[in-house]
């Protein structure tokens, strides 16, 4: 029994021990599992938060691609409306500058008509001008004729420079013996010898 016993102790020791070695290789086999499922925690928290960043990140692109999409749209109503404004201007362009033809036409027609008349008018002016000049040179011509003949009546029949003649009596002395007649419609009167004839129309005067 005596011999037994310290087998029996040392057995008990030996399987005590590596009862504590297993519980020990046990316990250093959680701990470590437990720091790996710990680190492999940090990591994943690591990543999650990662993960956060870029989701925000990306809500954060979200949020500015739909500013920009509106923004495009806003700019395509633009685009359509400067459009719009610009077809409707052209179309009033068109129609301004039609409408200043048309009346360029006109200017241009109304400025050849007013020069054409004018040109008429001048014209016309001007052959009044010269019908009226010949009708005071006739005129005058006539009076010359007239004081020629009063002056050869006066000398043929002895007759003083205050001595008045009738038509009759100066008639003699005149082309186709007969008084000429104004041209203008005027009326001559003969005057005295030293008296020059005249006409009732004013600038019908013998100088």
Same mark, same amino acid.
């Given at each position: 029994?005596?011999?037994?016993?310290?087998?029996?102790?040392?057995?008990?020791?030996?399987?005590?021990?590596?009862?504590?070695?297993?519980?020990?290789?046990?316990?250093?086999?959680?701990?470590?599992?437990?720091?790996?499922?710990?680190q492999q925690t940090d990591t994943l928290r690591?990543?999650?938060?990662? +993960?956060? /960043? *870029?989701?925000? $990140? =990306?809500?954060?692109?979200? !949020?500015?691609?739909?500013?920009?999409?509106?923004?495009?749209?806003?700019?395509?109503?633009?685009?359509?409306?400067?459009?719009?404004?610009k077809a409707q201007l052209q179309k009033q362009?068109?129609?301004?500058?039609?409408?200043?033809?048309?009346?360029?036409?006109?200017?241009?027609?109304?400025?050849?008509?007013?020069?054409?008349?004018?040109?008429?008018?001048?014209?016309?002016?001007?052959l009044q001008i010269r019908q009226t000049q010949?009708?005071?040179?006739?005129?005058?011509?006539?009076?010359?004729?007239?004081? +020629?003949? /009063? *002056?050869?009546? $006066? =000398?043929?029949?002895?007759? !003083?420079?205050?001595?008045?003649?009738?038509?009759?009596?100066?008639?003699?002395?005149?082309?186709?013996?007969?008084?000429?007649?104004?041209?203008?419609?005027?009326?001559?009167?003969?005057?005295?010898?030293?008296?020059?004839?005249?006409?009732?129309?004013?600038?019908?005067?013998?100088?």
């Open positions: 029994m005596k011999t037994i016993l310290p087998w029996v102790l040392a057995v008990a020791f030996a399987a005590a021990a590596g009862a504590m070695y297993f519980s020990k290789s046990s316990a250093d086999a959680e701990l470590a599992k437990a720091r790996d499922e710990a690591g990543q999650l938060d990662d +993960a956060q /960043k *870029q989701v925000a $990140a =990306l809500n954060d692109q979200v !949020t500015s691609l739909n500013k920009d999409n509106q923004e495009l749209l806003r700019l395509r109503n633009q685009v359509r409306q400067l459009g719009d404004e362009l068109q129609v301004a500058q039609s409408t200043a033809e048309r009346s360029q036409d006109e200017v241009q027609r109304v400025q050849a008509a007013t020069k054409e008349n004018a040109r008429a008018m001048a014209e016309q002016q001007i010949a009708v005071i040179s006739t005129c005058i011509n006539n009076l010359r004729q007239i004081q +020629a003949a /009063k *002056q050869q009546w $006066a =000398l043929e029949n002895n007759r !003083t420079a205050d001595a008045i003649p009738t038509p009759p009596e100066i008639a003699a002395y005149l082309p186709n013996h007969q008084m000429p007649e104004c041209p203008g419609g005027g009326r001559y009167t003969l005057n005295a010898v030293n008296v020059a004839p005249t006409c009732s129309i004013p600038g019908h005067v013998l100088q």
